[in-house]
């Protein structure tokens, strides 16, 4: 039985290029570059990178890239946009709790909760980070975001839960505060104009359990950020009002 997040990426690779979050690209490479010492021709690891849109605009700069994903139809994309401008870029179908590189990558990313935190267990998206410290060189760096806890627990889960209607997603919505997961009906349309209703289930964090968990998976030092949509830096600090933390690892 197919996950949601699965039944979701089978046919959802242009709808996805369409969505608001996607609009920030080119900014979050810009803060990526700056962050590799703006050093051109990095090995960089996009992690869960969907329809490569990261990877796409980093190779357009210099970079040697790889991009992992578990949806056959999102690579597919990807490799057709990278045919069609020409460039080089290795994207191969994985799933992100199963891989390692061996230390062959200076940066790894994992952008808009890819992988991370959509997985049905916190030992799964452990196994993410594991995969991702053992595919660095010493002193790599990993750039990832992910869903901040702060920010239900400050608006009230009632009133966030509540809120998830505006966002595609149906009254049935529950914030488990034993769990810090979030479920919810989500219902869209596919590229196909299938209708789908996906019970998704997403892991939000808080600051404490991020550095926890990157300390605990080898990394030597991680800071949390505030996360804006094609604005990462490190001078934002992290508030109750930001929907995602911006993470940055060094190992």
């Not at 210099?62 to 992992?68: D, L, Y």
């Not at 529950?174 to 979030?182: A, C, I, K, Q, V």
């Not at 289930?201 to 804006?228: A, D, M, Q």
């Given at each position: 039985?197919k996950q949601w997040y699965e039944e979701l990426f089978l046919n959802y690779s242009e709808?996805?290029?369409?969505?608001?979050?996607?609009?920030?690209?080119?900014?979050?490479?810009?803060?990526?570059?700056?962050?590799?010492?703006?050093r051109k021709g990095q090995k960089i690891l996009d992690i869960a990178c969907g329809t490569?849109?990261?990877?796409?605009?980093?190779?357009?700069?210099?970079?040697?890239?790889?991009?992992?994903?578990?949806?056959?139809?999102?690579?597919?994309?990807?490799?057709?946009?990278?045919?069609?401008?020409?460039?080089?870029?290795?994207?191969?179908?994985?799933?992100?709790?199963?891989?390692?590189?061996?230390?062959?990558?200076?940066?790894?990313?994992?952008?808009?909760?890819?992988?991370?935190?959509?997985?049905?267990?916190?030992?799964?998206?452990?196994?993410?980070?594991?995969?991702?410290?053992?595919?660095?060189?010493?002193?790599?760096?990993?750039?990832?975001?992910?869903?901040?806890?702060?920010?239900?627990?400050?608006?009230?889960?009632?009133?966030?839960?509540?809120?998830?209607?505006?966002?595609?997603?149906?009254?049935?919505?529950?914030?488990?505060?034993?769990?810090?997961?979030?479920?919810?009906?989500?219902?869209?349309?596919?590229?196909?104009?299938?209708?789908?209703?996906?019970?998704?289930?997403?892991?939000?964090?808080?600051?404490?359990?991020?550095?926890?968990?990157?300390?605990?998976?080898?990394?030597?030092?991680?800071?949390?950020?505030?996360?804006?949509?094609?604005?990462?830096?490190?001078?934002?600090?992290?508030?109750?009002?930001?929907?995602?933390?911006?993470?940055?690892?060094i190992k």
């Amino acid at each position: 039985m197919k996950q949601w997040y699965e039944e979701l990426f089978l046919n959802y690779s242009e709808k996805y290029e369409k969505e608001r979050f996607t609009a920030g690209t080119k900014g979050e490479v810009d803060f990526i570059e700056q962050e590799a010492g703006n050093r051109k021709g990095q090995k960089i690891l996009d992690i869960a990178c969907g329809t490569g849109r990261h990877s796409l605009e980093l190779a357009r700069r210099g970079h040697h890239v790889t991009g992992i994903d578990l949806s056959e139809a999102m690579i597919d994309k990807a490799r057709s946009s990278a045919m069609d401008e020409n460039l080089n870029i290795d994207f191969r179908i994985r799933d992100a709790r199963n891989f390692n590189f061996n230390q062959a990558f200076d940066i790894a990313i994992m952008i808009c909760e890819g992988a991370f935190p959509l997985m049905e267990t916190d030992e799964m998206n452990y196994l993410i980070l594991k995969n991702a410290y053992s595919s660095l060189k010493p002193g790599g760096k990993f750039i990832f975001t992910t869903l901040n806890g702060l920010y239900p627990l400050f608006h009230s889960v009632k009133d966030f839960t509540n809120n998830g209607s505006d966002q595609g997603h149906t009254a049935e919505n529950s914030f488990d505060l034993l769990t810090f997961r979030y479920h919810s009906l989500f219902e869209t349309e596919d590229d196909a104009g299938k209708k789908l209703i996906l019970n998704c289930n997403e892991r939000y964090y808080v600051p404490s359990e991020i550095t926890w968990l990157l300390k605990s998976s080898g990394f030597r030092e991680s800071e949390v950020c505030g996360c804006r949509l094609g604005a990462f830096s490190r001078n934002d600090k992290l508030s109750t009002e930001d929907f995602e933390m911006l993470v940055i690892a060094i190992k």
